[in-house]
């Protein structure tokens, strides 16, 4: 069964928030921003009723830590916002596709849906994990493809200027 629903922006349906146009755009600002600080470019935010209630980047390179993942640092921030271990009311929204780790966070902070704007080419890993339907709860996949070609040129940007440097 196919989970992931693909919207575009342009012609969306009501499934997204009008407010939520703005916020994909943000991630993106703030992504760019963790790429100038050597970090791949990933962003993430948590929103509830279609606020953020917490943001975060990629900081891998500057904790040396392999799982401070943008995902994984915003949740962790919305967890202790909401003082809450559930986020059943939230849904998470991310420059790049979810890898194993922050899916697997997501599913277990109950999110209800992953926004997500640029694909992930390698390593499908969400689109992987949340179609193996053994979850009880499975948050909606929803592909903003409106915002591909930019949140993707990020990440191709990146690496190119990466390999340019070595
Ligand atoms: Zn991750």
């Not at 962790?76 to 966070?105: F, Y």
């Not at 640029?118 to 499908?124: F, G, L, S, T, V």
């Amino acid at each position: 069964m196919k989970r992931v629903v693909e919207i575009n922006l342009i012609n969306a349906s009501t499934n997204v928030p009008v407010k939520a146009k703005n916020h994909p755009d943000f991630a993106i600002k703030l992504a760019r921003r963790a790429g100038r600080r050597g970090e791949i470019p990933v962003a993430a935010l948590v929103l509830h009723n279609d606020s953020v209630i917490s943001a975060a980047s990629n900081r891998v390179e500057e904790l040396r830590d392999s799982s401070a993942h943008a995902e994984i640092l915003a949740l962790r921030l919305a967890h202790s916002r909401m003082g809450n271990e559930r986020l059943e009311q939230c849904d998470l929204l991310v420059t790049l596709e979810p890898c194993t780790m922050c899916t697997g966070m997501a599913v277990q902070a109950r999110i209800r849906k992953i926004f997500y704007l640029a694909r992930e080419k390698k390593i499908p890993a969400a689109e992987k994990i949340l179609t193996l339907d053994r979850h009880g709860h499975i948050p909606q996949l929803i592909y903003l493809s409106h915002y591909a070609p930019k949140a993707e040129a990020l990440m191709t940007d990146f690496f190119l200027a990466l390999r340019q440097v070595r």
